[in-house]
C-alpha cells in the first residue's frame, strides 16, 4: 500500500453514487473485519489500480472492490458486514 | 480569474444545474478523440445559490488540469457528473464553531463555506488554518482574508519562504499549530480537513492526540503534493 496514493470514499463518491444510485458517502457500513461503523467517506481508497479499493481506517482490510470493464462492472462487498442506504 | 500563477477559477454554466452543498465536487471527463478518457475531480469553490466555480491547480504531468488551466475557452464544453459528495460537506444543522484545515487547494471546498458563512452573517463562527509554500502560492490571498471579522478568523502557514516581515507560522501544520488554532476556533470545534494525504494524515492524528473525538474530524485527501 502507498501511503502518499492513498485518497478516501470522497474521491469515489461519483462512481458510488453511479452504482447504488444514492449519495453513499455520508451513509454507513460496518467493516467485517474489525467491526467499525463509520461513513463511507471515512474509507481509505486507492484508485490507481486497475480498479478502485476502499480499505477500513480503523483496520485498513479491504471493504469493497470495484473493477470496470468494458462489458460489466464487478462490486466486491465481501469486506462489509453491511452498508446503509436511504429509504427509498 | 487567475488566483495565482498556477491556479486557476472557472465558472461554468451547467443546464439545469440542481444546486450544491459546500464540500462538494464534481467529477469532470474529458476524452479525446481516439476515445482515450481522462477523469478527476475537482471541489466546488462557490456557495449554495451561485453559479458552479471550480478552483483548479495546474499539475505538471497531469491528464485534466493543463486542459482547465491553460488550454479552455469560453465557450467550450465538456463532460462533467456532480455534484457529488455528501460526507465532506457542511450544513447550517451540523453547526459549530468550525475548524477548517488546508493545505494548498484544499482550501477551495473552504472558499464555499466561508462564503456561505459571510453572507449568512456567520450563525457559526470559523476558524480557517491555511499552509501554503509562500504567500505568492496562497489561493485566495486577498478574498480569505478580506471575509475576517469577529467571527470568521483566517490564520496563514508559509511552510517555504516568508515575506519579509512576516509574523506569521513559518512551517508545516504540526501539533503545537493546531492547539493554537483549537484555541482560536472555540471550544469542541466541528473540524474539517482538506489538503495533499500526508497532510490530512498528520492533522487528523494531532487532532485526535489533542482530544478531538474523531466524529469530530471530517477529512478529504487528494493525493500526492502536486
Given at each position: 500500500?502507498?501511503?502518499?496514493?492513498m485518497?478516501?470514499?470522497?474521491?469515489?463518491?461519483?462512481?458510488l453514487?453511479e452504482?447504488?444510485?444514492?449519495?453513499?458517502?455520508?451513509?454507513?457500513?460496518?467493516?467485517?473485519?474489525?467491526?467499525?461503523v463509520?461513513?463511507?467517506?471515512?474509507?481509505?481508497?486507492?484508485?490507481?489500480?486497475?480498479?478502485?479499493?476502499?480499505?477500513?481506517?480503523?483496520?485498513?482490510?479491504?471493504?469493497?472492490?470495484?473493477?470496470?470493464?468494458?462489458?460489466?462492472?464487478?462490486?466486491?462487498?465481501?469486506?462489509a458486514?453491511?452498508?446503509?442506504?436511504?429509504?427509498? | 480569474?487567475?488566483?495565482?500563477?498556477?491556479?486557476?477559477?472557472?465558472?461554468?454554466?451547467?443546464?439545469?444545474?440542481?444546486?450544491?452543498?459546500?464540500?462538494?465536487?464534481?467529477?469532470?471527463?474529458?476524452?479525446?478523440?481516439?476515445?482515450?478518457?481522462?477523469?478527476?475531480?475537482?471541489?466546488?469553490?462557490?456557495?449554495?445559490?451561485?453559479?458552479?466555480?471550480?478552483?483548479?491547480?495546474?499539475?505538471?504531468?497531469?491528464?485534466?488540469?493543463?486542459y482547465?488551466?491553460?488550454?479552455?475557452?469560453?465557450?467550450?464544453?465538456?463532460?462533467?457528473?456532480?455534484?457529488?459528495?455528501?460526507?465532506?460537506?457542511?450544513?447550517?444543522?451540523?453547526?459549530?464553531?468550525?475548524?477548517?484545515?488546508?493545505?494548498?487547494?484544499?482550501?477551495?471546498?473552504?472558499?464555499a463555506?466561508?462564503?456561505?458563512?459571510?453572507?449568512?452573517?456567520?450563525?457559526?463562527?470559523?476558524?480557517?488554518?491555511?499552509?501554503?509554500?509562500?504567500?505568492?502560492?496562497?489561493?485566495?490571498?486577498?478574498?480569505?482574508?478580506?471575509?475576517?471579522?469577529?467571527?470568521?478568523?483566517?490564520?496563514?502557514?508559509?511552510?517555504?519562504?516568508?515575506?519579509?516581515?512576516?509574523?506569521?507560522?513559518?512551517?508545516?501544520?504540526?501539533?503545537?499549530?493546531?492547539?493554537?488554532?483549537?484555541?482560536?476556533?472555540?471550544?469542541?470545534?466541528?473540524?474539517?480537513i482538506?489538503?495533499?494525504?500526508?497532510?490530512?494524515?498528520?492533522?487528523?492524528?494531532?487532532?485526535?492526540?489533542?482530544?478531538?473525538?474523531?466524529?469530530?474530524?471530517?477529512?478529504?485527501?487528494?493525493?500526492?503534493?502536486?
Amino acid at each position: 500500500m502507498n501511503d502518499t496514493l492513498m485518497l478516501d470514499g470522497n474521491a469515489v463518491a461519483g462512481d458510488l453514487a453511479e452504482l447504488f444510485g444514492f449519495e453513499m458517502t455520508a451513509m454507513a457500513h460496518r467493516c467485517m473485519h474489525c467491526g467499525n461503523v463509520g461513513a463511507m467517506g471515512t474509507l481509505l481508497a486507492w484508485t490507481q489500480g486497475p480498479g478502485v479499493t476502499l480499505r477500513c481506517c480503523i483496520c485498513r482490510e479491504v471493504v469493497i472492490r470495484i473493477v470496470r470493464t468494458a462489458s460489466r462492472t464487478l462490486v466486491d462487498v465481501s469486506g462489509a458486514a453491511y452498508l446503509e442506504m436511504p429509504a427509498t | 480569474m487567475l488566483e495565482t500563477e498556477r491556479v486557476k477559477t472557472l465558472r461554468l454554466d451547467v443546464q439545469d444545474w440542481p444546486g450544491h452543498l459546500p464540500g462538494q465536487h464534481v467529477d469532470i471527463r474529458l476524452t479525446s478523440e481516439d476515445g482515450y478518457q481522462a477523469q478527476r475531480s475537482y471541489s466546488i469553490a462557490s456557495p449554495p445559490g451561485s453559479a458552479l466555480e471550480l478552483t483548479v491547480e495546474l499539475v505538471d504531468d497531469g491528464e485534466v488540469s493543463p486542459y482547465l488551466t491553460e488550454e479552455i475557452r469560453i465557450g467550450d464544453r465538456f463532460e462533467l457528473r456532480g455534484p457529488v459528495g455528501g460526507y465532506f460537506v457542511w450544513e447550517p444543522s451540523r453547526g459549530g464553531p468550525l475548524l477548517l484545515v488546508a493545505g494548498g487547494s484544499g482550501v477551495v471546498p473552504f472558499r464555499a463555506m466561508l462564503l456561505q458563512l459571510a453572507a449568512a452573517g456567520a450563525p457559526v463562527q470559523a476558524t480557517l488554518l491555511h499552509s501554503s509554500r509562500s504567500w505568492d502560492d496562497v489561493i485566495y490571498r486577498d478574498e480569505l482574508p478580506a471575509l475576517a471579522n469577529d467571527d470568521i478568523k483566517v490564520i496563514h502557514t508559509l511552510t517555504r519562504s516568508q515575506p519579509t516581515g512576516w509574523t506569521g507560522y513559518d512551517r508545516r501544520i504540526d501539533r503545537p499549530m493546531l492547539s493554537e488554532a483549537i484555541a482560536a476556533a472555540g471550544a469542541q470545534p466541528l473540524v474539517y480537513i482538506c489538503g495533499p494525504t500526508l497532510l490530512v494524515e498528520t492533522a487528523a492524528n494531532a487532532l485526535v492526540e489533542l482530544g478531538v473525538p474523531p466524529v469530530r474530524v471530517r477529512t478529504e485527501r487528494f493525493g500526492p503534493t502536486s
